[in-house]
């Protein structure tokens, strides 16, 4: 269990030199994750985190673990379980001094277009 809100999270990631967090997505019809997170700093370079150095050494974060995070917050996961009849696909980008993040992303709608009848128009 991770003890700390996303918000504690991405205000300790801030305080240390992270300024960005981008993470996809792709999912519908019931599936669907997120996923290949990425940590930028200043420098706007990806760079790894020592998750243990800045939660303690007994944390369950990681890049994974916070994709998670991601994926169940309700503002930053437009789709939620990615039920319904839609394919979609995007990046989540979340300014870790501010707050502010930005989707990308874009859905594909799978709506019927049956079409039946009769050729003959006087078939009984």
Same mark, same amino acid.
């Given at each position: 269990m991770i003890e700390q809100t996303?918000? @504690?999270? *991405?205000?300790?990631l801030f305080e240390n030199n992270i300024v960005k967090i981008t993470v996809d997505?792709?999912?519908?019809?019931? @599936?669907?994750? *997120?996923d290949n997170v990425q940590l930028h700093n200043k420098e706007?370079? +990806? +760079?790894n985190v020592n998750w243990e150095k800045l939660f303690g050494e007994d944390t369950k974060l990681d890049n994974d673990v916070l994709a998670d995070l991601i994926a169940?917050?309700?503002?930053?996961?437009?789709?939620? &379980? *990615?039920?319904? $009849?839609? &394919?979609c696909h995007g990046t989540v980008t +979340?300014? %870790?001094?501010t707050g502010d993040f930005d989707? $990308?992303? /874009?859905? %594909? %709608?799978? /709506? &019927?277009?049956?079409? &039946?009848?009769? +050729?003959?128009?006087?078939?009984?």
């Open positions: 996303l918000e @504690e999270i *991405f205000k300790k997505y792709q999912g519908g019809n019931d @599936e669907g994750c *997120f706007k370079q +990806i +760079i169940e917050d309700e503002k930053l996961n437009q789709y939620g &379980s *990615f039920a319904g $009849d839609y &394919s +979340i300014d %870790t001094e989707d $990308d992303g /874009e859905w %594909t %709608t799978y /709506e &019927s277009n049956n079409n &039946s009848g009769n +050729i003959y128009g006087d078939a009984a």
